[in-house]
């Protein structure tokens, strides 16, 4: 029996109009989007369909969007496609993602899962004013060779994401270095990101101590299904593991390689993106040839499964 799992993008795959013809078509999809509305007090269903893209971008927006619009996608996966879409073994998410992959296992419900991830941007943002950083995404240098250049620039290895493709974080001045002296190591590129703060980072402290009291005031259950979590590598079975991988993810590297392999070790064979973009899609490619990867992003995706 084929094994499945299934992936919830996070922070970077949001894009203006995502989710728009979910909500126009799919009734499942156009009440969450409803939901996300009434549970936040304002129209970021809105923002969603028509941004602006530097809007949406902004951490605070993001991050619940893509919860959104993650969730959203499924629903109308399930409305239109039935039975094609596969029961999961596992459940994963890319940082933000996690959240997404949570309230699916029935940790948390929807609408306090897009409440925890506004909160969540809005920590970090705030983290990343009080202690100004940046991130770099490091193409073609090994875990090892990237290990001595953040040593070197006191940054550190925020995503882990595939063979050859690794995000450090830091201080700004510390990451430019970081990035010129990884560089001169041999890699192939060094590019920038857009964010508003070195995430997965010691510079999120703040952002951690936000999050633990929000999380203590929040009642959680015990996954249905085993997340994998971000931190770790590994199963979270426990409602009190995923509280301490939630406070913990804030400020360790996102182990996504070490997550795939993992779930791949286990027996899955088939992995679903489940939400915008195809970023996670194009990761577990790099990671494993060999196993299959569905990407259900849109109406169209949706429909193609539910026709295969």
Request: proline share 5%.
């Amino acid at each position: 029996m084929t094994k499945v799992a299934w992936v919830f993008p996070g922070q970077g795959s949001q894009s203006a109009g995502m989710g728009r013809d979910l909500y126009d078509n799919v009734k499942s999809a156009r009440a969450i989007f409803e939901q996300a509305d009434r549970a936040l007090g304002f129209p970021i269903s809105r923002l969603c369909f028509e941004g602006p893209d530097d809007e949406l971008r902004q951490t605070i927006n993001a991050q619940p969007a893509l919860v959104i619009a993650g969730y959203a996608c499924l629903e109308a996966t399930r409305e239109i496609s039935g039975n094609k879409l596969s029961a999961p073994t596992f459940l994963a998410g890319h940082s933000l993602g996690e959240y997404t992959a949570l309230a699916v296992a029935g940790v948390f419900d929807f609408t306090t899962a897009v409440r925890l991830a506004r909160e969540r941007g809005r920590l970090m943002h705030e983290a990343g004013q009080k202690r100004p950083g940046s991130m770099a995404a490091i193409i073609g240098l090994d875990e090892l060779k990237l290990a001595e250049v953040c040593r070197k620039s006191d940054t550190v290895m925020a995503n882990i994401n595939c063979p050859g493709q690794i995000v450090i974080s830091g201080a700004a001045e510390n990451v430019t270095k970081a990035m010129a002296i990884a560089t001169a190591a041999g890699a192939s590129r060094a590019i920038p990101l857009q964010v508003s703060g070195a995430f997965h980072s010691p510079l999120m402290q703040p952002a951690v101590e936000g999050i633990t009291v929000y999380l203590e005031s929040t009642p959680f259950r015990k996954p249905s299904i085993p997340v994998i979590g971000n931190v770790t590598a590994l199963p979270l079975v426990t409602a009190e593991a995923v509280k301490t991988e939630l406070r913990n993810q804030l400020n360790s590297p996102v182990q996504w390689q070490r997550t795939i392999e993992y779930m791949v070790k286990q027996g899955v064979s088939t992995f679903i993106e489940i939400g915008p973009g195809k970023v996670l899609t194009g990761l577990i490619r790099r990671i494993n040839k060999e196993v299959k990867t569905i990407n259900i992003g849109d109406l169209e995706a949706i429909k193609n499964l539910a026709n295969s």
